[in-house]
């Protein structure tokens, strides 16, 4: 009986703040309304016994939402919502195709005749885990560690400014317009 | 509690992120309602490893998801700071080259 009322607690409001995303006007509270999401999304997988997929989620979020802030309020006017903001294309078509999408899923979802479970939940599921990612799944950990190295290196390229060996642009016949010149002048 | 009251859950994530990245001109929006899908995906991948295969791998599944959030939202940020000291571009429609 608890777990079904916290079930309806956490799943209700993960949508209500998801929602609020993108009904609220600042751009903080915008953020923190996807991280409350994200935490109520954590306690439900928390409630189907996923103890350490469920913590993890929660101090993954944690962080990634105060990055997100600091973006949000380097990329958005209205940091502080003193004024409405709304900044749409194509509301109706968006709102179309997501009512569209919900009703193809949900109606799929009562339809499909699912499964029966195959197997017994493991008593400890974060030994579970554990031994997969270092015993069958080590390949599909091995490939996340190069996919996120990869990702630093990525975005560090794509981040920082062009440096000095980038000053000639796109054109290498034309002279760099460099503000300070270097070399000997010949 | 079942399984398709999870994967209802799951879905409404899904559409509402969808609404999102469809609907914000704002790029840091749009990754927002990337995220919100994400986040309805690893619902249903958490249901499926209890209701369904309740073995290691559905819980490898709900990791990788873990890690192409953050991928995900890395490189987004990434390419708006890239495209931002380019072009001056924070809205998509300010990036609509392709579709021209």
Known sequence: MLTAVLFWLFGVSAVVFGFLVFRLDSMARVTFALLASFVFVACEVLLLGLSYLGVVIVLMMVMEMVIMAVFMIMYMMNPAGLMPMAMYHNKPGAMSVSLGTFAVLATGTFLVDWPESRGSRPSDTTKSLGESLMGPQMLTMMVLGLVLFATIVATVVLATNRGRYDRFGDDLRARPDDPVPGGVRR | ?100
């Not at chain 2, 999870?6 to 509402?16: E, K, Q, R, T, Y």
């Not at chain 2, 929006?29 to 490893?49: H, I, P, R, Y």
């Not at chain 2, 309740?54 to 390419?79: D, R, S, T, Y």
């Open chain 2, 1 to 100: 509690m079942n399984l398709e009251l999870f994967l209802l859950l799951g879905s409404s994530l899904l559409a509402i992120g969808l609404y999102g990245a469809l609907s914000q001109q704002s790029v840091v929006m749009l990754m927002m309602g990337l995220e919100l899908m994400f986040n309805g995906l690893v619902v249903a991948a958490a249901a499926f490893w209890y209701y369904v295969a309740p073995v290691a791998e559905g819980q490898v599944l709900i990791v990788v998801l873990m890690v192409v959030m953050a991928v995900e939202m890395a490189v987004g940020f990434a390419v708006v700071t890239a495209i931002f000291r380019a072009r001056d571009v924070d809205m998509t429609d300010m990036a609509a080259d392709l579709r021209e």
